[in-house]
Antibody, heavy 121, light 107 residues
Framework: EVQLVESGGGLVQPGRSLRLSCVASGFTFHDYAINWVRQSPGKGLEWVAGISYNSYTILYADSVKGRFIISRDNAKNSVYLQMNSLSGEDTALYYC??????????????WGQGTPVTVSS | EVVLTQSPATLSLSPGEGATLSCRASETVSTYLAWYQQKPGQAPRLLIYDASNRATGIPARFSGRGSGTDFTLTISSLEPEDFAVYYCQQRTKWPPAFGQGTRLEIK
């Protein structure tokens, strides 16, 4: 069974950084693109970033471009989201989401349970 | 940027009744539209992909149709576990976008 387990969320002050991790199992990790999608009460569901199976294609939402970095380590079945210069607008539950192909087709077939991020002083 | 508008915002029905949820796109998204169900405290779960294809394990009472800009999710006979929030999502145009959701509540 596909499993995506996020970690690394927490309370962080504005302007600081946080690194989220997602460990995958139950499928051939290096064959699939992975995305981060966040959900907040005010903004609903929002796609944040995506990375192709081989890391050649990396895409970001305009709201996080230049501040967030997505990466993956296929040897560890893991994807990461380095979040810098955080603000209250980034407060949300962050989901790791498996795509249905190796490319960032935004075909969100399987979701993790999410890790919460709260940005507050 | 494609904007998805879902209606109604809230739908109040009784178990056994049928439900029809709507999703309208601000520009054509072909058939690259998905529907998700989300229950409190849970992640969204894919129900329908590419407008009309049921995801693995989804009961036959869920069906989707539409193309271009107008889409519907139909639940033929509501079960108690179907009361939840439903979202649509398009993947035709970057960035991928979600609708604001329809809350299906027990009448």
């Amino acid at each position: 069974e596909v499993q995506l387990v996020e970690s690394g969320g927490g309370l962080v002050q504005p302007g600081r950084s946080l690194r989220l991790s997602c460990v995958a199992s139950g499928f051939t990790f290096h064959d699939y693109a992975i995305n981060w999608v966040r959900q907040s009460p005010g903004k609903g569901l929002e796609w944040v970033a995506g990375i192709s199976y081989n890391s050649y294609t990396i895409l970001y939402a305009d709201s996080v471009k230049g501040r967030f970095i997505i990466s993956r380590d296929n040897a560890k079945n893991s994807v990461y989201l380095q979040m810098n210069s955080l603000s209250g607008e980034d407060t949300a539950l962050y989901y790791c989401v498996k795509d249905n192909s190796g490319y960032t087709n935004f075909d969100f077939r399987w979701w993790g349970q999410g890790t919460p991020v709260t940005v507050s002083s | 940027e494609v904007v998805l508008t879902q209606s109604p915002a809230t739908l109040s029905l009784s178990p056994g009744e049928g439900a029809t949820l709507s999703c309208r796109a601000s520009e054509t998204v072909s058939t690259y539209l998905a529907w998700y169900q989300q229950k409190p405290g849970q992640a969204p779960r894919l129900l329908i992909y590419d407008a009309s294809n049921r995801a693995t394990g989804i009961p036959a009472r869920f069906s989707g149709r539409g193309s271009g800009t107008d889409f519907t999710l139909t639940i033929s006979s509501l079960e108690p576990e179907d009361f939840a929030v439903y979202y649509c999502q398009q993947r035709t145009k970057w960035p991928p976008a979600f609708g604001q959701g329809t809350r299906l509540e027990i009448k």
